[in-house]
């Protein structure tokens, strides 16, 4: 399955520690599917990362249950890479997940 992924409806914010324009958004966690970290927004949109930072790895176990429906901000940021057929795909990576209090 794959899912769209949609980051034009997310807020750009600058963080300088990441080396590069970072973006956020709110979703809910869906699960891990077929390689990727999906997550659903207020509006039905899935969007999907396919990698993650170790820190987050690390306090957030994203590939148990444990997660799955929770909310999040998560912050991202989306790299442009060739894909088997040098065709340039997006890549995006988890940096950082905060939950709501």
């Known amino acids: 399955m794959k899912s769209l992924l949609i980051v034009l409806f997310v807020a750009v914010s600058s963080l300088t520690s990441y080396g590069q324009d970072t973006s956020t958004m709110?979703?809910?966690y869906v699960g891990y599917v077929d390689g990727a970290y999906?997550?659903?927004d207020s509006e039905?949109?899935?969007a999907e990362f396919t990698n993650?930072?170790?820190n987050v790895a690390n306090e957030f176990d994203?590939?148990?249950q444990k997660f799955v429906g929770k909310q999040f901000?998560?912050?991202f940021i989306v790299d442009t890479e060739l894909d088997e057929d040098d065709e340039e795909i997006q890549v995006s990576?988890?940096?950082k997940l905060l939950m709501p209090i």
Do not use: A, H, K
Request: without cysteine; proline residues 0%; negative net charge.
């Open 26 to 28: 709110n979703g809910t």
């Open 38 to 40: 999906v997550f659903s």
């Open 44 to 46: 039905g949109y899935n």
């Open 52 to 54: 993650i930072t170790d």
């Open 62 to 64: 994203l590939n148990s």
């Open 73 to 75: 901000m998560i912050t």
């Open 93 to 95: 990576t988890i940096v």
